[in-house]
Nanobody, 120 residues
């Protein structure tokens, strides 16, 4: 069983930055992927950024060049540095560990989410 706790959300003005952190505990196998997802009100959850099961980074087109993913302590902590934030980045952000190793079809353990609100 994997437990995930997100932190770092908040309220910022457009153009500013936030850093989200995800702390993972439990049994995380080497073939698991790990990623960030978000869900805005009235919209479906969408992929933001993540590490593939092979350790490569992947970003959605909407955040590429603005968001940067890092990982420390093996797979126990994953941070998302979010720069040049836009109002359309407003959402609840979730960290996930994916037992199927597929960032695009996420199946696994999820954190409780952290709210990010960007105002113009």
């Amino acid at each position: 069983q994997v437990q995930l706790v997100e932190s770092g959300g908040g309220l910022v003005q457009a153009g500013e930055s936030l850093r989200l952190s995800c702390a993972a505990s439990g049994s995380i196998r080497s073939n698991y992927a790990m990623g960030w997802y978000r869900q805005a009100p009235g919209k479906q959850r969408e992929f933001v950024a993540g590490f593939t099961s092979g350790g490569m980074t992947s970003y959605s087109d909407s955040v590429k060049g603005r968001f940067t993913l890092t990982r420390t302590n093996a797979k126990n902590r994953m941070d998302l540095q979010m720069n040049s934030l836009k109002p359309e980045d407003t959402a609840v952000y979730y960290c996930a560990v994916l037992i199927n190793g597929d960032l695009r079809i996420p199946i696994g353990s999820w954190g409780q989410g952290t709210q990010v609100t960007v105002f113009s």
